[in-house]
């Protein structure tokens, strides 16, 4: 699956970052190009086959600077996609259901000591 990601990263105007944060994009796994857009060039495009976005701004935010997720649109190419009867659920994964079951609790009757029995007095 195909997604193009925009990431809002905070530049402080240091142009060595923004060639940095390009740096990490671009060498992150899955991503085929990354550029940099908007109107304060503070964002970071981002498009790539099963990119993992969280790891990617967690990077982005460990060596650049705070940087957040804006958009993630999935970018739809081939033609054999388009044929497909589209359901509203494809997307949704459902996990099978466990029924968990909690452990029985034992209980013991714990005999009363008499009190005459104490040694040390």
Known sequence: MKQKVVISVS??????????????AAGFSGVDSAAIEGEDEN????????????????????????STILTVTVIDGD??????DDDDNEGLKVWPNFHVRVPPYYTYDVPAYPSNNCTII
């Open 11 to 24: 530049f402080n105007g240091s142009k060595n970052s923004q060639s940095k944060a390009l740096q990490i």
């Open 43 to 66: 964002q970071i495009v981002v498009t790539g086959i099963n990119i993992d976005m969280v790891e990617l701004v967690k990077k982005l935010k460990k060596k650049v600077g705070f």
């Open 79 to 84: 033609e054999k996609d388009k044929d497909k």
